[in-house]
Nanobody, 127 residues
Framework: QLQLVESGGGLVQPGGSLRLSCAASGSALHYYAIGWFRQAPGKEREGISCISNNGGSTNYADSVKGRFTISRDNAKNTVYLQMNSLGPEDTAVYYC????????????????????WGQGTQVTVSS
């Protein structure tokens, strides 16, 4: 059973950067695509990025395109989300998740497409 643990969240000033990590255990990460989601208070969970199992394909929501970069190191069983130019609108709990397949197809922004979830890490952007 794949288990995912996020880390790297925290408090950052507007315009700052953070790098989130998603560490996998229980199964080899290279079998799975990985998606990043976020959920702000009172809002639905939003799919923001996805990376295929070998890193060859990535997808981004318009809300983060050009500011966030997803990457992975399968040797370390870890996926990263580099977040730059952060603004208050990026404040949310961030989750990584894995579907039961290796690619980011058209379903990637939907939480229903994912079978395995981490517990989330809080990102707060505030001065």
């Amino acid at each position: 059973q794949l288990q995912l643990v996020e880390s790297g969240g925290g408090l950052v000033q507007p315009g700052g950067s953070l790098r989130l990590s998603c560490a996998a255990s229980g199964s080899a990460l290279h079998y799975y695509a990985i998606g990043w989601f976020r959920q702000a208070p009172g809002k639905e969970r939003e799919g923001i990025s996805c990376i295929s199992n070998n890193g060859g394909s990535t997808n981004y929501a318009d809300s983060v395109k050009g500011r966030f970069t997803i990457s992975r190191d399968n040797a370390k069983n870890t996926v990263y989300l580099q977040m730059n130019s952060l603004g208050p609108e990026d404040t949310a709990v961030y989750y990584c998740a894995a579907p039961r397949y290796a690619v980011c197809d058209s379903r990637w922004p939907s939480a229903y497409a994912y079978a395995f979830w981490g517990q989330g890490t809080q990102v707060t952007v505030s001065s």
